[in-house]
């Protein structure tokens, strides 16, 4: 480990907004590694408290926000910043990639004006030439002629914009790169293309990337690790091929019965709803949903163990053995959930 | 969908084509006004002054005894020559009329604009950069009462105050009558005849009477003004691409001023633009309190003699103001903001 | 386990209609939910609009003497032009008539009115809005021309125009000047009126709606309406404040009610201008500050209204949270 220190290190990470019916926990607890020049994929329903983790880790939170725990970028702790660390931080050392492209740009500056401003915000003794040409280099390799540089954003389609927003991010030359939903509001074959230049990332860049997702297919595609999240927690995570072939956690292995393929013949689903993230379920907060749900389930939080080398899971169904308590794991009965309590 | 951005010529030649049936529909509008009223407008005027015969004359000469169609058709020629007759009550040729107090009008409007538009964008970025802390409630606080407070008797309180107790300002008038016989007045702005003319003491006079007016009626514009900025920089502050700027590490300095501020004042200039219309109406009650000598004073005192042939020629002119100012204000608009142009 | 899944969460924004009870609670519910600061502004508001309306409504009861009255009960005359004193709070003016009493009396002039011209607007620009907005089509080209024409005119012409030729044929009085001052209004209406409806038609529940069959009637009255109908208090507000003043302006310029049918402000400091020169304060500072405090009141309940209402503007107000130290868990 100590060969290859990771890029970015999030110790316990906790992000929690302060709300009338009290603070929701939108991350809680989380920590993981990236290695450089690592793809690691974060994925999770909508409204797990992926979007708050990446914008946790640079620091980019609406004023109401706490966190505790620790991001170690470069042996400082990004929490602990002053703003103007922060500033000089976000860019060349950590870049952050939006989801929705078509209102990321400012529709009143040329595209030469975008890249002009961030590269003389970080790089003040930097000359209009030096930026002319790095910025149609890094825009080259996204497909984007020199031409059109100085044109507006809305001229642009939304594909195009967000290969923009990746060139604006890569042309400071970060370390670790933050992919947010990247290709979400994008249709298919756009979204090939993006997850070709990402992979590209790794070979030119040796950039470490979090690419934070829904679709599965994606992190098949382009992952070389992978973190699932639940309820603001990370329930499981390890390298993309043992994860998807051989699930630990019931959620990781009822979200990949859930893809549809050419094979499906029947919709299958995880039936209940997101949890609460002001008042998450006792113990193990996937119990409610759980199909393999056991007594010790909501009586007590689930420990973290390591199944096999490279891998960790949060679910009692992997023990520890010794700190289940007699009668633990029968199965645990409860009633149907009703229509009713969904709603 | 991603679209080529116009030539600013293409555009501007598009509104103007768009922006002929609205000036027909005002000068329609105008047209119709002005004949709803019983009888004809000599009659009305002139009534009781003439007898019948001199009356039909002065009518056959006008033309309104012929069909109501001809005489619009006949008005919209006349406008289109730019020939408005002559006003019944006391015979002055309108053209020049309008002329001459419409440059009352306008340097009392222009400079309040000015005022209106400083006041308005400097406290309303203010209170909308700093949203919910006191220097915003004040600021918000202080463009309501203020456009609350009408112009008449902001006017009131100005005359009672600086004229009356502090004797510093005059109450009336563009100018002192000596200077109002001295000075050569060929463009009819006084401020610039004087510069023209490097008479000094005339300039201070002219300015000390301007002074009052102008700024009741900036003051009162600028209160909308405030309202305007402010939520435009709210809902700018909140754009997706602010976030990403500051995701890029850029200061909160360039982000506020280069980003938001600009951004929020481009809707901004166009809807003060459009409320030249509404310091138009402003300056009617102005020049009234006042006694300036403009076209908002000379519409109503025809208006109270019935001469309609003037009411109608101030009425057009000012419809052509609006239509024109409104065009240019989209001109402005497209040149800012890429976007618009189609 | 035979369960639902749980359904799509609704849209922000236009929402698919409720029972009639609900759409009510849902109006209220943000004005009850508002905390800090639009809610002093939304109270400050309410409190004097209230205070004018009770004055407007009692007004023989309130006012010392009658707003045209120039002399006592036993036929003496009031003082001319009198400076404020413990027999007239506010003075008297250069007919003799008592300035607290006009101002109170003006206030009831002013509501009436304005109450009336709001009235009229409302009901030619609203349905004209959601007629125009829902068929498009040339009838609403043509509309949307007319309307914005009638919009881009300084109001104060139209108005004056339209007062001045009324009262040639039905007189000068309550009723000519509401039209006047309901007529400048009723674009604004219609444009607020016909964007929602445009926004709204393009809903997917309007589209579904139109797919089962739904006639277009029942799709305005039960689907669009009630969306709309959302915004047009807090316009009904901020035109109201406006109105007021537009009452003023005419009344000032001379278009107004008539002295003789009414006590009305504008008209009032109209004749105080003259005795600014003489320093006489009283005649035109009561009447003007009652125009100030009225409109700002009205203005304030607007912009209240609409602080809570407007999800653009309303601020989700995050409270500050203190995160428990804990063990390490992961």
Redesign the interface.
Known sequence: MSLNPPALSV??L?V?????RG?VRAVD???LDIKPGETLGLVGESGCGKSTLGRGIIGLL???????GEVLFEDEDVLRMSRRELRRLRGPGIGLIFQEPMTRLNPLMRIEDHFAETLKTHEKEIDDDEVRKRSLEVLAGMGIPPTRFRQYPHEFSGGMRQRIMIALALVLRPKVVIADEPTTALDVIVEAQILGILADLKRNFDAALLLITHNLGIVAEACDRVAVMYAG??VEEGRVPEVFGDPAHPYTRELLRSIISLGTTGLH?I???PPDLIEPPTGCRFHPRCPDAMRVCPER?PV?VSPAPGRRVECWLHGPEELIPGGGKAPLERE????AD?? | MPKQTTSLRTYALTRLALAV??FL??LT?VFL?MR???GDPISAALGGRLSQEELQIRREAAGYDRPLIVQYFEYLGDVATGDFGTTISDNRPVTGMIVQNGAATLELTMVAMLIAVLVGIGIGLVAGRY??TPVD?VG?LFG??I???????L???A??VF???LGWLP?SGRASPVVTFELNTPTNLFIVDALIAGDWAALSDILKHLVMPATTLGLVTGGIFIRLVR?NV??TL?GDYIEAARARGLSERSVVFRHAFKNALVPVITVMG?QF??L???A??TE??FNWPGLGSE??RY??NRDYIA?QGI?TF??LV??GM?LLIDFVNAWVDPRVRY | ??????GPQPAAGPTPPVRRAGLFGRMIAPVREAS??PKWILWAGIVITVIFVVLAVFAPLIAPFDFDQYRSVDGARFAKQAAPSSEHPFGTNVQSTDVLSRVIYGSRTALIVVLIAVAFAMMIGVPLGLISGYRGGRMDRVLL??M???F??????LA???A??LS??IGRGVMSAAISISVIYIPQYYRVVRNHVLSVREEPFVEAARAIGAKPRTIVRRYVFSNVVQSVPVIATLNA?DAI?TL??LG???YGIQPTEAAEW?YD??R??AD????I?WT??F??LA???L??GL??LG?GLNDVINP??R?????????P?SE???
Do not use: C, H, N
Request: hydrophobic share 55%; aromatic share 10%.
């Open positions: 110790s316990d906790r929690w907004y302060g709300t009338t603070p607890g989380v920590s609406p004023d109401g926000a706490a966190t505790a927690r990370i689903y039936p209940g709803a939080f973290q149907e959930i009703a229509i969904e709603a | 049936p609205m529909l005002l509008l006004l709803v009223a019983p949203r919910d409630v918000r309501i009462v456009y609350a407070a009408p112009i008449f008797f006017g009131f309180l005359q009672l004229g009356k107790w109450t939520v709210l809902q909140q459009l219309a509404l138009l109406s402003g009617v009650l009234q309190t519409l109503i208006l109270d009411v009425i000012f419809a609006v239509v409104s | 386990m035979k369960t639902q899944r749980r800090g600061l021309l007319i914005d024409t009638l881009a005119f300084p109001y104060l012409l004056i125009v339209i001045f030729l040639e044929s404040a003043l003023a302006a000032f310029l001379g504008g400091i109209q105080a201008i600014a020169g003489a320093g304060w035109g500072l009447p003007g125009i100030v405090l409109v700002t203005t304030l912009e653009v503007l601020r989700r107000r995050l409270k500050r949270v203190e995160i130290v390490k868990t992961t």
